[in-house]
């Protein structure tokens, strides 16, 4: 009977946490106009630079919005994730499938571009909508597995020996429930031959709710190396609340990493470049790459030159400690590795 009381209190709790990061999924701002409101800024004045688009809509949570400076038009979090009219202007080079996800599928949802690893799109949402996104134009609708196409996948895992590590994407594979994702993770570490599984995401910079007692006990206990890429672009996505779920993650043995875009009138700056890999150590994550943006349509007023890259790589190594120093990179499509920006 006592035994009985305590799982259906877990089995609470467990309920409880998840209805929070819900909720505060669900009360994410999804109009730029609410948007301009929050945070103080006249829509009068601001408004005729704005898209209103319906294509790729605006989702931000109200945690992310708190982080921003308000009646600050260039805030470098609100220029992440507000949609201006400058992503219609047609630019040459810029691509829907930028990276060439799509001849790298080699099934539905699942990439494989490099040497020893997969890549699986797991979902295609996410808990916010970056206006620089590589995948904004990925069909995600004919690429997430379902349960048939889930065993065909483990099957192609199972059946290619050379395959050590395996990277959960998307969107955001923490957007998906703690059961479906840790049903999947088991299956994967279930594999011999799979040593590691990666998990890349953005979620713990606007929900950390996300990261549950319940979530951190499952994890904990899989019997597999587990390293977790956040995606932080600037010191100010990294608050206390952040800092605390890292150190839950560290304290169960993850490796934390974070890789970065390389954004124009956002961090293409040697301080804030310098303050966001400080930042990132204190959270006991180390940079891993700073990538140059990938030419995708709509995102071309990201860009920053290859020249002024340069300069900023030869700064960060005048400033920090190799550690902390990014590698600089670019993804080209139909290459077996990351390129190297020298």
């Not at 799509?102 to 295609?124: D, F, M, P």
């Not at 059946?159 to 969107?171: C, P, R």
Request: with cysteine.
């Amino acid at each position: 009977m006592i035994t009985g009381i305590a799982l259906q209190d877990k089995d609470d709790s467990h309920e409880r946490h998840n209805t929070v990061w819900k909720s505060a999924l669900a009360s994410a701002v999804r109009d730029p106009q609410h948007l301009l409101k929050l945070l103080d800024l006249d829509e009068k004045k601001y408004l005729d630079q704005v898209s209103l688009s319906e294509q790729f809509k605006v989702l931000v949570p109200l945690s992310y919005v708190a982080k921003m400076k308000k009646g600050d038009w260039h805030d470098p979090l609100l220029r992440q994730v507000l949609p201006l009219k400058a992503e219609g202007i047609k630019a040459f080079g810029f691509l829907s499938d930028p990276v060439g996800d799509l001849n790298a599928e080699v099934s539905s949802g699942v990439l494989q571009k490099y040497h020893g690893r997969v890549l699986l799109i797991t979902t295609g949402a996410c808990a916010v909508h970056c206006r620089y996104c590589f995948r904004r134009h990925f069909p995600y609708v004919n690429s997430v597995p379902d349960k048939v196409q889930w065993q065909q996948t483990l099957a192609g895992i199972k059946s290619d020996e050379t395959i050590t590590e395996v990277i959960l994407s998307g969107g955001d594979p923490l957007m998906l429930s703690d059961v479906r994702l840790r049903a999947m993770c088991q299956d994967l570490a279930d594999i011999p031959h799979v040593t590691t599984l990666r998990f890349h995401t953005r979620v713990p910079l606007f929900l950390a709710e996300r990261l549950t007692p319940h979530f951190i006990q499952w994890l904990s206990e899989l019997t597999i190396k587990i390293v977790m890429v956040m995606h932080a672009n600037h010191a100010n996505e990294l608050d206390n609340e952040f800092e605390i779920s890292m150190t839950k993650l560290l304290r169960i043995g993850v490796t934390l990493l974070n890789q970065s875009v390389l954004l124009k009138n956002i961090n293409d700056d040697a301080d804030k470049l310098v303050l966001l890999s400080q930042r990132l150590f204190e959270c006991g994550i180390l940079p891993y790459y700073l990538h140059q943006l990938d030419k995708v349509q709509g995102a071309a007023h990201f860009e920053v030159s290859n020249d002024k890259v340069k300069r900023l790589q030869q700064q960060l190594r005048e400033r920090l400690p190799g550690y902390l120093v990014p590698r600089f990179v670019r993804e080209v499509s139909g290459k077996r590795y990351k390129q190297p920006l020298e």
